[in-house]
């Protein structure tokens, strides 16, 4: 294909094609290095050429997938190599850590130098999103994906020494940040008084083989066309108690993505609302058909509803709706929406609007059917997964590689992992897999060399975002216990991480009152070492699920959705320690670690809880201490037992984690929701 005479001719038509199917803004001057005749940002080019041809086809039905926040991992998958270094603002160097150890963290940060994730995420909801728009990715279904460009992210959490988290703005610089790219593109939305005009900026999320792409649009308020206060719209995630800013900021994602994806001229069948954020959405569709026709579009919407947590759904007075919104638009929020009488509610209006809708694990389907009783019959539940390329680790994949005669071709169809379950007596692979993790764990204690973390060590993690009901305190309940198990049965290393959202001052507290009792156990350091990791992201969820013995999840039954981090978890072989909620439900019986805890109530559900941190967190050192005690007999002072029961879970672990891919997730999303692929 590729003749030298000919490059310079090659490399004009290529950008020429490209540039007419892309409007890059400052290509020239900023990204000519970057982009080639063959290259962009070192992935191949003309995929990109053939998905954007596809998106703007009306032959191929394509999706558009909505979400407020995306976590791609852009510093472990599919990392672009730009021509020039990084932009250090665009790279985190740094960590504290808040341990009982403390002559550590005195002395010793954890030295990171990765370029950041792109900070456009929060915590799962926006990991489900990344990993969901790379499957689709991998499975070659065209489609666009629409978010928002957070100029100052989420926000960068430092510990305020032992008294918890600051919440610290994020700098981060767009124009350089390798893959994303400026668009020409300006689009306006009109409101009652108002304008808000938005850039546009793509960011190319390729697959795992890179031979397909799903462009990711992004959403900027942040230019001089736009007053001073709605420059800031685009700001931060999540973060702002401004009820017209909360309002402004859906009404960007809603209607502004369906304006910009007219104005890239994609050609789309289905848009999927993950989550009620981008509910305005139909406002805009409907506007552009004059108010016509609501019944044939409410085909094309689909809608995932992430949460049983009431204060998880976006509810706005009419009055203040009345601000931005005419009169038709409000006459159609008040039929579709209207929770009370004066209330419209989000995910209201997208379970009215939407023809299909679905829950995130089959006990939420449960929830949701009782919390949704007039649309029970209609509630699918479609279980969350994780990304295998994303989430599982080296070592593990370089082990099953080696069994691919057993397992199948695991790689294309992650179904087949079940078969590891025939390898359970196979002492080899008995032995590959706690080699795996061995390798993996000492990537861990590596990292925390300073803080003398051991290879040999029982060790457990928790972390996710610090929300009140993932009860991130229970573990530390009675600490006196867990010292006690740690003195009795063998030493305990435990890692915390995570981050509370700044406006939600029960998360502050929670932070606060960890690092209060990881403080009170620095005497005990020997037997148990507990340390707490700043700034929790996708690049150390990736370590740590893959690298401890345990990993601790425990919610408040029925509140956890899905949860997705223990799937990761599974992935790698690391077993589970979980009270029975979200998907572990669905895996209850796989064996696959210990469940403990009371259960929730499905009618509990809409009433204030106490969170029985009392009686779980005794449940919880029950269980802890047989987990303890079958590790030591397992990895005893160096010497493995391979026959150990330990190791039958593990293999569990991998079999099971078949169920929970994005992939699996996916055919189903194709199959009972979009109708398309
Ligand atoms: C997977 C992941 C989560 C979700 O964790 P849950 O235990 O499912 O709540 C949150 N944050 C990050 C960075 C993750 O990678």
Redesign the pocket.
């Known amino acids: 294909m590729r003749d030298i005479s000919n490059g310079v001719k090659m490399q004009d038509m290529i950008e020429n094609e490209l540039l007419s199917l892309v409007d890059i803004d400052g290509f020239s001057e900023k990204y000519s290095k970057d982009i080639s005749a063959d290259k962009f940002f070192g992935f191949p080019l003309k995929h990109i050429i053939s998905c954007e041809k596809k998106l703007k086809s009306s032959q191929i039905p394509s999706l558009a997938y909505l979400s407020m926040e995306y976590?791609l991992g852009s510093s472990i998958y599919n990392v672009f190599t730009p021509s020039e270094s990084l932009n250090p603002v665009n790279k985190i160097s740094e960590n504290e850590v808040f341990s009982n150890y403390r002559l550590a963290d005195y002395l010793f940060t954890l030295k990171i130098n990765e370029i950041m994730d792109l900070p456009i995420y929060s915590?799962?909801l926006g990991?489900l999103a990344g990993d969901t728009i790379k499957t689709v990715a991998d499975m070659h279904i065209s489609s666009v994906a629409v978010g928002m460009l957070w100029s100052m992210g989420y926000f960068r959490q430092r510990f305020w020494f032992k008294y918890g988290q600051l919440p610290e703005k994020m700098q981060w610089d767009p124009y350089s940040y390798p893959g994303l790219i400026p668009l020409k593109n300006i689009i306006k939305i009109t409101l009652n008084d108002d304008e808000i005009y938005l850039k546009l900026w793509k960011y190319y999320v390729f697959s795992h083989k890179k031979d397909f792409v799903v462009p990711l649009v992004l959403l900027d308020s942040n230019i001089p066309q736009n007053k001073e206060s709605f420059r800031q719209l685009t700001g931060q995630l999540y973060r702002s108690d401004d009820i017209y800013i909360k309002i402004l900021q859906r009404v960007i994602l809603g209607m502004g993505g369906i304006i910009a994806l007219k104005e890239l001229g994609c050609n789309i069948n289905i848009f999927h609302l993950n989550e009620g954020h981008a509910a305005f959405a139909f406002i805009e569709k409907l506007r552009a058909q004059d108010y016509k026709g609501v019944e044939e579009l409410k085909k094309h919407f689909v809608y995932t509803c992430h949460t049983p947590v009431k204060a998880g759904h976006d509810r706005f007075l009419i009055t203040d709706l009345e601000k931005f919104f005419n009169k038709k638009d409000m006459s159609l929020l008040k039929e579709y929406g209207v929770e009370e009488k004066d209330m419209v509610n989000l995910t209201f209006l997208a379970m009215n609007l939407a023809s299909r809708k679905n829950a995130v694990s089959a006990r939420h389907g449960e929830v949701m059917r009782v919390q949704f009783a007039d649309y029970k019959d209609e509630i699918k539940s479609i279980t969350n997964g994780v990304h295998l390329y994303t989430w599982m680790s080296k070592p593990v994949f370089s082990l099953l590689d080696k069994y691919r005669n057993n397992i199948g071709d695991f790689h294309n169809d992650v179904s087949l992992l079940s078969n590891v379950s025939a390898l359970k007596r196979n002492d080899d692979f008995r032995q590959g897999i706690w080699q795996a993790h061995q390798e993996n764990k000492a990537k861990l204690c590596g990292m925390l060399d300073k803080w003398e973390l051991k290879e040999n060590v029982f060790t457990l993690c928790w972390a996710?975002?610090i929300a009140a009901y993932?009860r991130p305190i229970l573990l530390l309940m009675d600490a006196e216990r867990l010292v006690n198990i740690a003195k009795k049965i063998g030493p305990i290393q435990v890692i915390f991480a995570g981050k509370a959202h700044p406006n939600d001052n029960l998360g502050f507290t929670h932070v606060n009152e960890l690092m209060d009792r990881v403080d009170a156990l620095s005497k005990e350091c020997d037997f148990l070492k507990v340390v707490m990791l700043e700034n929790?992201?996708?690049y150390l969820?990736r370590i740590l699920t893959s690298s401890v013995d345990v990993w601790l999840?425990n919610p408040l039954p029925p509140f956890e959705a899905s949860?997705?981090?223990?799937m990761?978890a599974i992935m790698n072989a690391v077993l589970q320690l979980s009270t029975l909620d979200g998907w572990v439900v669905e895996a209850k019986d796989a064996q696959i670690g210990k469940i403990f805890g009371s259960q929730g109530k499905l009618d509990s559900i809409n009433r204030e809880e106490d969170l029985r941190l009392e009686e779980d967190s005794s449940l919880l050192y029950d269980a802890l201490e047989e987990m303890a005690k079958l590790y030591y007999l397992t990895n005893n002072k160096d010497k493995v037992d391979f026959s150990s029961y330990w190791i039958d879970m593990m293999v569990n672990c991998i079999s099971e984690s078949a169920r929970f891919s994005t992939h699996r997730m996916i055919k189903e999303y194709q199959k009972d929701m979009w109708g398309i692929g």
């Open positions: 976590g915590g799962g990991v996710r975002r993932k929790y992201d996708i969820a999840n949860g997705t981090s223990g990761k």
